[in-house]
């Protein structure tokens, strides 16, 4: 199973651009890495997803290092409304080995004005 | 296009009792995933089926919780007889195909068991 670590927490300001890690040091040649964002009382909602290199969304961008061992999602001049918990998982295409992919505890951003 | 709905938002019952839990996922995914987060512990994944069979249940905590999905549409989990320790909030997920693409979560119903 490839096990993710991320910071607890972050704090960051409005405006600013936020880069959160993610650490999955044991990732197999099959896996992709997701980042799902939640906001209190709501279910968990995608954001990017990426294998290698880097990819970029209207929300988003994933760099992703030749290694792999390791991701950052990067939000540009985050708001107030960005404030959530972010998920980073990783897991296998194709698949339907549900159980490989792993929430974590994820990070905890606050955003203040 | 609708979401993820689940029904009911919240429920409080005693223990003992039962409970069932709906999920109405996004029309024509055949996959539907049902999770859940215990009081302060992390997200964790309960069952997996595709259209109406059971392709994964490994995450069912025990024999009292039971999942459907009839007609590979909506799905129900129903929890009998309900612990205290089964509290939570439970998740509901659907993607068109396999784990690893988008998954779309409903808001979650609140357990609480008293």
């Known amino acids: 199973l490839a096990k993710t670590t991320q910071p607890i927490s972050m704090d960051s300001y409005e405006g600013q651009e936020v880069n959160i890690t993610c650490s999955h040091n044991n990732i197999a040649t099959n896996d992709y890495i997701t980042w799902y964002q939640q906001f209190p009382s709501q279910g968990p909602r995608f954001i990017i997803q990426?294998?290698?290199t880097k990819v970029t969304n209207e929300v988003a961008s994933l760099f992703i290092p030749a290694d792999r061992k390791s991701s950052t999602l990067s939000l540009p001049r985050v708001s107030l409304s960005d404030t959530a918990v972010y998920y980073c998982?990783?897991?296998?295409?194709?698949?339907?080995?549900?159980?490989?992919?792993?929430f974590g505890t994820g990070t905890r951003l606050q955003v203040f004005p | 296009e609708a979401g993820v709905t689940q029904f009911p938002s919240h429920s409080v019952i005693e223990k003992g009792q039962t409970v069932t839990l709906r999920c109405d996922p996004i029309s024509g995914h055949d996959n539907l995933y049902w999770y859940r987060r215990v009081m302060g512990k992390e997200i964790k994944f309960l069952l997996h089926f595709v259209k109406e069979s059971k392709q994964d249940e490994s995450g069912m905590p025990n024999n009292r919780f039971l999942a459907e999905r009839t007609g590979g549409t909506y799905s129900t989990l129903k929890v009998q007889p309900a612990e205290l320790e089964d509290s939570g909030v439970y998740f509901c997920a659907s993607s068109q195909r396999a784990i690893s693409e988008k998954l779309f979560f409903g808001s979650g119903t609140q357990l609480s068991v008293l």
């Open positions: 998982l990783v897991g296998p295409w194709g698949a339907y080995n549900t159980d490989k992919l792993i």
């Open positions: 990426g294998y290698k």
